[in-house]
Structures are given as C-alpha cells and as structure tokens.
Nanobody, 126 residues
Framework: QVQLVESGGGLVQPGASLKLSCEVSSGDIRMRYLNWFRQAPGKEREFVAS????????YYAESVKDRFTISRDSAKNFLYLQMNNLKPEDTAVYYC???????????????????WGQGTQVTVSS
C-alpha cells in the first residue's frame, strides 16, 4: 500500500523560508515521478515542482522557479520542498503526489497522479 505523509507547513511572514517533507512508503511499486502540488482556497490544484524519482530530473512552475527547490533522500524515502522568499500568494495547502505511470508530458497535471498525501497548510502573512 502506498502512503505519502507530508509535514513541515506553518504560518510564516513574507520573505521567510519553510521546508516541507513527504515520507514515501511505496512498497514494491516503483514510482516514476513525485511532485508537489498546491491548492489555495477557491482555486484549482496547481503544479509546483516535480522530480523523477530514479534519475533526479527536476521541473518547476514558473511562479516558484528560483525560490523553491525539490529534493529527495532516496535512501530514507523522503521528498522535500525547500521554499525560500515566501510570498502571500504562496499560501495554500501543499500536497505530495506520486505516480508509477505518468509520462513527462503529463507531469504537471494533477489527474496524472494515483497517490496523494493528506496535505500540509502553508500560510504566508504579516
């Protein structure tokens, strides 16, 4: 059974940093891509960052590029999202997602992912 458990969210001021973690338990299932998505109130879930689990290629949304970094500790089965220079518009619930079948052209679409965590709230406010 696949389980994704996020942690690390919180309330921070603009300009601050946070690091989100996602513990990945995938059993015998070999994941292809692991992502971070986010969803703000009243908005659709949107792509934030993606990592090819075996290979390490990374991809980012333009809105977070140069501020956020996706990384992994494959030995410990953790996915991370380092978020720097946070802005109020980054406020959202952040979700970890995984897929064993998604292809590169579809990695930005939430519907491409079979497995989801419960989400962690990030609030950026002064």
């Amino acid at each position: 059974q696949v389980q994704l458990v996020e942690s690390g969210g919180g309330l921070v001021q603009p300009g601050a940093s946070l690091k989100l973690s996602c513990e990945v338990s995938s059993g015998d299932i070999r994941m292809r891509y692991l992502n971070w998505f986010r969803q703000a109130p009243g908005k659709e879930r949107e792509f934030v960052a993606s990592m090819k689990w075996f290979g390490g290629n990374t991809y980012y949304a333009e809105s977070v590029k140069d501020r956020f970094t996706i990384s992994r500790d494959s030995a410990k089965n953790f996915l991370y999202l380092q978020m720097n220079n946070l802005k109020p518009e980054d406020t959202a619930v952040y979700y970890c997602a995984a897929s064993a079948r998604v292809i590169l052209s579809s990695i930005r679409f939430p519907n491409s992912y079979e497995y989801w965590g419960q989400g962690t709230q990030v609030t950026v406010s002064s």
